[in-house]
Every structure is written in C-alpha cells, then in structure tokens.
C-alpha cells in the first residue's frame, strides 16, 4: 500500500469526538414553573444515553422540546454559530417559566464501526498520482 493512501485510510478509521451534555432547569425571574420540573434538576447525555441523577424525573413535553437541539450541541459548531452560543431552551408551556440550560461538560470519543453497521466509504484513488505502470509483452 502507498503512503499516502495509509494516512488516508487511518483519518477515515479515526474516531471521532462528541460533547457530554448537562441540561439544568432554571426559571425565568418572575414566572412560576408549572410543569413537573423543579429548579436543579437535570440530566445528561453521553453519546445516545441519557441518564437522570437516582430517583429525578423529567417531564416529557420539555424533554420533547430539548431533544431536537441536543445531537447538534453534541457537534462541534462554528463559534459564530448560533447553536454555539445560545444555551438556553424555554419550556414548550407558554404559561411556565421553566428554562433549560445545555452545558458542555466534556467529550466522549466513539469509533464508527461500534455505533453504526454503516460501512465506511473505501477511499478512492488519488488522482494526483499515475497508475502503476505495467510491464509491456
Ligand atoms: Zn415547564
């Protein structure tokens, strides 16, 4: 095998990072949280898992609203970005006061093969580069 065809195949086998994430109810100065969510509570997510301290639940309809936003805080996001900046979600109940700050509380890294059946691409040959010759008869 090339060289540079070794380095390649090694980026495209590299694992790859995400963010550990922790939501944190808060409440909006002045407004009364009406949902089953209490100030503090949270919960986090590793890669696909989400896990609740012992005992806590969480109110569906507020996880509902979380849930879309959460694989994209996981990403690396340009700091321009609004999802790099915004971190805090309103409770989908216009009555409630219930916030819910996303925190990046550091990184998991995960290899390709262990969370998808989804084969790799095999990389192509590059193109800067003549064919091997072969021997003519
Ligand atoms: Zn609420």
Redesign the pocket.
């Known amino acids: 095998m090339q060289k540079g065809r070794v380095r390649r195949s090694r980026a495209l086998r590299a694992p790859f990072r995400l963010f550990d994430l922790r939501v944190i109810v808060e409440q909006a100065p002045g407004v009364k ?5 209490k100030l503090g509570d949270s919960f986090e997510l590793r890669g696909e898992n989400l896990s609740l301290p012992p005992g806590q639940t969480f ?1 569906l ?2 996880l509902a609203a979380l849930l879309p936003l959460l694989p994209a805080k996981q990403r690396e996001t340009h700091p321009n970005d609004w999802m790099t900046t915004d971190a805090v979600v309103a ?3 216009p ?4 916030r819910f700050r996303i925190h990046r509380i550091g990184t998991s890294t995960f290899d390709h093969s262990v969370v998808t059946a989804v084969p790799l691409p095999t990389p192509a040959p590059r193109k800067d580069r003549k064919p091997a010759r072969t021997r003519a008869r």
Do not use: A
């Open positions: 949280m009406v949902c089953n969510h109110p309809y507020s409770c989908p109940d009555l409630c006061g219930g």
